[in-house]
Nanobody, 123 residues
């Protein structure tokens, strides 16, 4: 059974850090690009970051560049999103997805999705 499971979300103060994990089962992550997306209440889903399957190239939304870092550990079949200098506007449900997108931020081009993990940035 193909499954992606996110973890690591929670409540953090502005300026704090969290590390999200995306663990895969039923398939090998390194054959896919892995994207992180987020959706805040009342807002559209937004592409946050992606790491490619081929050469490990990374991509980031302008809103998180310099603050978030995506990485993968193929031995653990897991992708991580390190989030530093968090802001209240980063509050959202974060999802990871696996696929072979042409456009990394296009969620419709991903095949598998996790259930999401809540990130809340508040004092």
């Amino acid at each position: 059974q193909v499954q992606l499971v996110e973890s690591g979300g929670g409540l953090v103060q502005p300026g704090g850090s969290l590390r999200l994990s995306c663990a895969a089962s039923g398939f090998t992550l390194d054959y896919y690009a892995i994207g992180w997306f987020r959706q805040a209440p009342g807002k559209e889903r937004e592409g946050v970051s992606c790491i490619s399957s081929s050469d490990g190239s990374t991509y980031y939304a302008d809103s998180v560049k310099g603050r978030f870092t995506i990485s993968r550990d193929n031995a653990k079949n897991t992708v991580y999103l390190q989030m530093n200098s968090l802001k209240p506007e980063d509050t959202a449900v974060y999802y990871c997805a696996a696929g072979r997108p042409i456009s990394w931020s296009s969620g419709d081009e991903y095949d598998y999705w996790g259930q999401g993990t809540q990130v809340t940035v508040s004092s």
